[in-house]
């Protein structure tokens, strides 16, 4: 399977968090992250409500996103485990643990993914 990511900039209030690999077909938000033993840019997974990290080697900082890009929960998930799902959510951004800190990323951010 050929999965292809689309590639963007994750913003907030004009200002680059991050470059991202956007998962907007089936078969790219099937892959995401699965396999990487590091992470390297920001995965955003469209028309997504939850996500697991069986097959993810690393633990991930999880940001679950409404339809306006307003950040409704953010959470740590470690390898091998499997989110609940999020009812308002529509877009799920992950990064390596530890990354929304060094962001400043918190609930009620918006985050505009940009085409690059």
């Not at 790219?28 to 396999?35: A, D, N």
């Not at 390297?40 to 097959?55: D, L, S, Y």
Request: aromatic fraction near 6%; proline fraction near 3%.
């Amino acid at each position: 399977m050929n999965t292809e990511f689309r590639s963007a900039w994750l913003m907030r209030s004009g200002d680059v968090l991050a470059s991202a690999d956007v998962a907007d077909t089936p078969q790219s938000r099937r892959k995401g992250l699965i396999g990487r033993t590091s992470v390297e840019n920001a995965m955003v997974i469209t028309q997504c409500k939850w996500i697991h990290t069986v097959g993810v080697k690393v633990p991930l900082d999880v940001a679950y996103l409404d339809a306006l890009g307003t950040v409704i929960k953010t959470e740590r998930i470690k390898p091998l485990r499997i989110s609940a799902p999020v009812s308002r959510c529509k877009t799920v951004v992950e990064a390596g643990a530890g990354s929304f800190e060094r962001w400043n990323l918190k609930v009620g951010d918006v985050i505009e993914v940009r085409n690059t």
